[in-house]
């Protein structure tokens, strides 16, 4: 089988590349490296992945309808895998074009990129899509009208974009995470942005 991993580079998705190629499995990783935080930490990640022969690395923009087409009709992917995203909530008050540009207009490309050419999605969305719901604990079924900022919303805005795609038929996986961490990560206060970069020792 042949992997896409969109959002290769970043946190989650360099740790899924690295778990599929070790299992010998065929990635195509692509990302696009912007400077949302320390691009040193996306290079450091992809300088591990780039020793495995089984993998292969485009600079590409989801949100470059061309590219995106022109990726899928190079290669036959059997599991596309989506963690692409502008992420952070703060952000999303200084930045909102951002957060339109990648996860609505990248996202629509994704999808019809994996409608055209049969791929089957795996993607991420987000535990922000509950918004102030104040029920414990967090139910799939619960409703999503009342998300707190931007991020949230495209999230959820996301999730609807797929599941009208599903009923053409179109097969996904969507996952809503939460507070997922480990080494090569990072994270932002109102103070600035940290990472946890991987020791030598």
Request: overall charge positive; proline content about 2%.
């Amino acid at each position: 089988m042949k992997y896409l991993v969109i959002g290769v580079a970043g946190f989650i998705g360099f740790y899924l590349t690295k778990q599929l190629l070790e299992r010998g499995k065929t990635i195509v990783g692509i990302d696009n490296l912007n400077d949302y935080y320390d691009v040193r930490l996306k290079y450091a990640r992809l300088k591990e992945l780039e020793i495995y022969p089984n993998f292969q690395f485009d600079k590409i923009d989801i949100a470059y309808k061309t590219a995106m087409n022109e990726l899928f009709n190079l290669h036959s992917f059997d599991v596309v895998c989506n963690f692409a995203a502008q992420a952070g909530i703060m952000y999303s008050t200084i930045n909102p074009d951002a957060y339109i540009y990648s996860n609505i207009t990248g996202f629509l490309n994704i999808l019809d990129c994996c409608k055209k050419h049969n791929c089957k999605l795996i993607y991420a969305s987000s535990s922000s899509v509950y918004g102030d719901n104040k029920k414990m604990s967090f139910s799939e079924n619960d409703s999503l009208t009342i998300p707190k900022n931007l991020y949230a919303k495209t999230k959820i805005q996301n999730e609807q974009l797929a599941q009208i795609y599903s009923e053409r038929p179109f097969w996904f996986a969507n996952n809503r995470l939460a507070s997922v961490f480990r080494l090569w990560y990072f994270w932002t206060t109102r103070y600035g942005l940290y990472a946890f970069y991987k020791s030598n020792s």
